[in-house]
């Protein structure tokens, strides 16, 4: 049995939160923002939709955090998004470095697809 992926924690005033993506939250974050998560997991992601990256965080700090009330989740990921926007992704790759690492590599040069001028 595979083990439990990591925790990101942080503090936020004076407190420590933990902040862990389960297969639950990406279920969830799927019915909120379609199968791709604007293009997380293909690669084509350009502008960060905000109120995905809010959410995820919002749900990592509920995973990651027991008894975490959901006012207090939020309030804790947008002050941390608010703080380093790179949260977001460091979550995420904590939780599923494989899923990290595909969609690092869909996104590298050389592996971006090309558009065909018709």
Same mark, same amino acid.
Do not use: Y
């Given at each position: 049995?595979?083990?439990? $992926?990591?925790?990101?924690?942080?503090?936020?005033?004076?407190?420590?939160?933990?902040?862990?993506? $389960?297969?639950?939250?990406?279920? $969830?974050?799927?019915? @909120?923002?379609?199968? @791709?998560?604007?293009?997380?997991?293909?690669?084509?992601?350009?502008?960060?939709?905000?109120?995905?990256?809010?959410?995820?965080?919002?749900?990592?700090?509920?995973?990651?955090?027991?008894?975490?009330?959901?006012?207090?989740?939020?309030?804790?990921?947008?002050?941390?998004?608010?703080?380093?926007? @790179?949260?977001?992704? $460091?979550?995420?790759?904590?939780s599923f470095p494989k899923l990290a690492a595909k969609a690092e590599k869909?996104?590298?040069?050389?592996?971006?697809?090309?558009?065909?001028?018709?």
């Open positions: 049995m595979a083990q439990i $992926t990591g925790t990101v924690t942080v503090r936020h005033e004076g407190r420590a939160f933990g902040m862990r993506l $389960t297969f639950l939250d990406l279920a $969830t974050l799927q019915d @909120e923002f379609g199968a @791709e998560f604007d293009g997380i997991f293909s690669g084509t992601i350009k502008v960060p939709r905000l109120a995905l990256m809010l959410r995820a965080v919002q749900l990592a700090v509920v995973s990651g955090t027991a008894g975490i009330d959901e006012a207090t989740a939020q309030a804790v990921a947008n002050a941390q998004l608010s703080d380093d926007i @790179e949260v977001f992704n $460091t979550v995420f790759a904590t869909a996104d590298a040069p050389g592996n971006r697809k090309r558009a065909v001028k018709g």
